[in-house]
């Protein structure tokens, strides 16, 4: 007895092994998202352990993929082959960033006849892994022009903005195929705000709601898929504007003047203009070479022009002015002589 129990603690010991292996859950949602010139790898944080403990022990992430020439596909999702790409620090990543439960890992440029197929894991701080994510394929494509030229229109609190196509592809001629367009805004923060989360497909855009004389700037992308696989170009060059009411109120029709009473008479009929404020009379008296300015509330079509002297000739024109913050001015309406015996 006591030799067997000799030989028997004279036995290799095995290495420890955890009686539960502890790691987060697989991340399920991997995907590509684009920015202006560079595609990003997102995937969600894991919120729990395998085992429904929270919060998922993480240490960072470890991105796999593997590369395939364009039609060479046959075993693109299956396990072997696939090399280190990159490892993400959590929560501190060197490359990319983390936003809202989201990581955003910028994927490196893939020559335009490959494809890469991409899975990730995690780790915690033991290094063991997760199980491996949902795997992806992500084309190579070669980058596209933005659209251009730019150009804005500015109104009161809006500015319309139109564009072209992106030219043909200069090396082959070929005409890419957009499917939509990406709107950005830069205002006094200085950050670039993407402000049309669904892609358009029209050539124009009108953006509302602005603070009129405040400056901004405007870029436009095009959005492109092959494979199944979404490219957007870099931003135009980008266009400043200041929205605003830069549109004066109609020339002032039927303006008439004539003596009466004593002085000169000026009528005029109503402009349509919802905010205009005021009638601006311009008065030219011939003999001294003075000039004057009378203004009349909007409501007013007449007038009766008192200052007057006999024996002199006078010249009147006038415009209309609206409300706004630069009170544009109709241009004059044509000039009225009158002279007073």
């Not at 995907?31 to 240490?59: H, M, Q």
């Not at 009473?261 to 311009?282: F, K, S």
């Not at 003075?290 to 203004?295: F, H, K, N, Q």
Request: proline fraction near 10%; hydrophobic fraction near 35%; aromatic fraction near 10%.
């Amino acid at each position: 007895m006591a030799v067997f129990i000799g030989l028997a603690a004279c036995g290799k010991k095995a290495d420890p092994v955890p009686p539960r292996l502890v790691v987060p859950r697989a991340i399920t949602d991997l995907k590509i998202d684009i920015r202006p010139g560079a595609r990003y790898l997102v995937w969600s944080i894991p919120a729990e352990n395998t085992d429904g403990s929270r919060p998922a022990e993480l240490k960072g992430f470890s991105i796999f993929s593997k590369t395939l020439k364009q039609g060479d596909e046959g075993c693109v999702f299956c396990d072997e082959g696939f090399d280190l790409l990159a490892e993400v620090n959590f929560p501190r990543p060197k490359q990319g960033y983390i936003e809202s439960g989201m990581v955003y890992y910028p994927l490196p440029l893939i020559p335009r006849d490959l494809l890469q197929a991409i899975k990730v894991v995690s780790r915690n701080n033991h290094g063991w892994q997760s199980k491996a994510s949902n795997k992806i394929k992500v084309y190579g494509y070669e980058p596209l022009d933005p659209p251009k030229p730019l150009t804005c229109e500015p109104g009161a609190a809006i500015v319309t903005l139109n564009w072209k196509k992106p030219l043909p592809d200069k090396s082959t001629g070929e005409q890419v195929k957009v499917y939509g367009y990406r709107v950005y805004r830069q205002d006094a923060s200085q950050k670039w705000q993407l402000i049309t989360p669904e892609v358009i497909t029209d050539l124009s855009y009108v953006d509302v709601g602005l603070k009129d004389w405040q400056s901004y700037r405007y870029a436009i992308t095009a959005i492109s898929i092959f494979q199944g696989t979404p490219w957007e170009s870099r931003r135009s060059i980008p266009i400043s504007v200041v929205p605003g009411d830069y549109t004066p109120p109609a020339p002032v029709a039927e303006f008439t003047a004539f003596p009466f009473q004593g002085g000169v008479q000026l009528a005029w009929q109503a402009n349509q203009e919802p905010d205009l404020q005021i009638y601006r009379i311009h008065k030219y008296e011939v003999e001294s070479g003075r000039s004057y300015v009378l203004e009349v509330p909007p409501t007013t079509t007449d007038y009766l022009d008192v200052q007057v002297m006999p024996n002199r000739h006078y010249v009147y024109r006038i415009s209309a002015l609206d409300a706004s913050a630069r009170h544009n001015e109709s241009p004059l309406s044509p000039e009225k002589r009158v002279f007073i015996k």
